[in-house]
């Protein structure tokens, strides 16, 4: 039999556009899965972190997700009113929003409030949380603001969440105003992470190195969708 004078087939190659679109798309559903996916891994654990700018001011809520699994894990809240008595008064909080999840916080028997962190705190299992329905970051009654996240820029929430019945830990990072004379308290919410093993701790701020995962849910959105 007379061999054939065909030249041996070589394995075709993905053109290089083709090839980035295919990467981008799997990056963006992965991303949009990175809850369950990170939790499938814990061996793997990764730090998830969430870029933000979200202005919480006078009389609104904002529900964070921690791990974008489409549960809220826990409730900002910014209550805002004025009297003819009182004068302006106002509340800026974070409280838990699921059982077992808290806010890293201090108090007495009869007030607590949420820490206002430094960058480089361990936020782990030795606490102390608060698991309280209220819990207040900022208090303002007149002309004077009370609590640690009074007028502060670059602090940090330790939060602790729970994920299939076990505790995970994370940070949010916010600045805060308080200024009753303009009759406002105003949060910005600049960005979350959370941890992927279960009760490992996590160092508030830490947004680089080889095991941290940066998530923009609206940019991979747009990369989903073929668009720049």
Sequence with gaps: MKPSSRPPRTPSRLSDSLHRKLNMYALAASASGVGALAFACPAEGKIIYTPTHRVIGPNSTYNLDLNHDGTTDFKFRNLWTSTTDLGPQGILSLNPAQAGNGVRGSGSMFFHYDLALAAGVQVGAKGPFLYFSFNPM??????????????????YLGLKFMVNGKP?????????????????????????????????????????????????????????????
Excluded: M, Q
Aim: with cysteine; aromatic share 8%.
């Design 168 to 228: 995970h830990f994370g940070w949010a990072r916010a600045n805060v105003s308080c200024n009753l004379s303009d009759f406002k308290i105003t949060a910005v919410l600049t960005g979350y992470a959370y941890e992927t093993i279960p009760n490992k701790a996590i160092i508030a701020g830490k947004t680089k190195g080889p095991d941290v995962i940066t998530v923009e849910p609206a940019t991979l959105g747009r990369l989903a969708l073929g668009r720049n």
């Design 138 to 155: 900022v208090l303002g009654i007149s002309t004077k603001c009370w609590g640690p996240w009074t007028n502060v820029k670059n602090r």
